[in-house]
């Protein structure tokens, strides 16, 4: 059992009944904003070398709270890789809001076509900590989830993105920022271990803060541009998110190799 989780759930046990109320206050608060469209694209079309990719995942990847794929993270970080790379990058999207790493691994994979890919992107962790759910739980889940990705696609390497930054989201209150950001930020933890474990899996791991995108990308913006509704990221996140996230791809010669 996870040290931090074990202290963090007998402090948060006498907070359960406030954080139920605060949390059924926050979602009748916050709009209930649609999934983004556009599920597929291509960036740099007129390049004859393709570098495929899909994403799969939560809110994040769905695309909550941009219009369209094209200006949320999946069109930024396919541009940025067809820029930096000078190929054809055709991309694909598979995420519904809602899911956690069990519901994406139960709904989501069986549905994917796609028979060839050269690089998959996931984005969970924020409805697994808005349920609640164990670190252990989540760890089985995310690996089963790496196994049945492998399964279909056992040479493309498979990279995990940030977990999302819930202590930074406004509508949030000091109760569920301290419970959930802290559960958040202990399934990266074991995010970085399970990772590990596999050939060709990938995780960035730096924390995200406002204040580091301000101080380190120079990004301009109030802390209210960065979000559309209080918790889902806008388009300026969307779009900072994934070029700095590209960055670590870039970073990674064993990723772009294809071997590790």
Not at 38 to 63: F, H, K, M, P
Not at 69 to 90: C, D, M, R, S, Y
Not at 200 to 222: H, I, M, N, P, T
Request: hydrophobic share 40%; charged share 25%.
């Amino acid at each position: 059992m996870n040290l931090k989780y074990l202290l963090g759930a007998i402090l948060s046990v006498p907070l359960l009944p406030i954080m139920y109320f605060q949390g059924k206050r926050v979602k009748a608060s916050v709009p209930v904003l649609p999934e983004a469209i556009g599920l597929n694209g291509v960036s740099n079309a007129d390049q004859d070398e393709s570098l495929r990719i899909i994403t799969i995942g939560e809110s994040t990847i769905a695309g909550v709270g941009v219009e369209t794929h094209e200006e949320g993270f999946t069109g930024t970080l396919a541009n940025e890789i067809a820029k930096k790379l000078n190929v054809k990058v055709p991309w694909q999207v598979y995420a519904k809001k809602g899911y956690t790493a069990k519901r994406v691994l139960a709904n989501i994979i069986p549905e994917i076509k796609a028979k060839k890919a050269d690089l998959i992107v996931i984005g969970l962790g924020a409805n697994d900590a808005f349920t609640l759910n164990t670190p252990t739980k989540w760890a089985r889940n995310v690996k089963e989830l790496i196994q049945s990705l492998k399964s279909k696609f056992p040479n493309t390497p498979i990279v995990f993105i940030n977990m999302p930054p819930i202590k930074e989201f406004p509508a949030f209150t000091k109760t569920l920022k301290f419970t959930m950001g802290n559960l958040v930020e202990i399934f990266g933890t074991e995010l970085e271990k399970i990772t590990k474990e596999f050939d060709q899996v990938f995780y960035y791991s730096r924390k995200l803060s406002l204040k580091d995108w301000l101080e380190r990308l120079k990004v301009q913006g109030s802390r209210a541009d960065f979000f559309s509704d209080g918790v889902h990221p806008s388009k300026l996140t969307y779009q900072t998110w994934a070029k700095d996230f590209a960055q670590f791809i870039f970073s990674q010669e064993a990723l772009l190799n294809g071997e590790r």
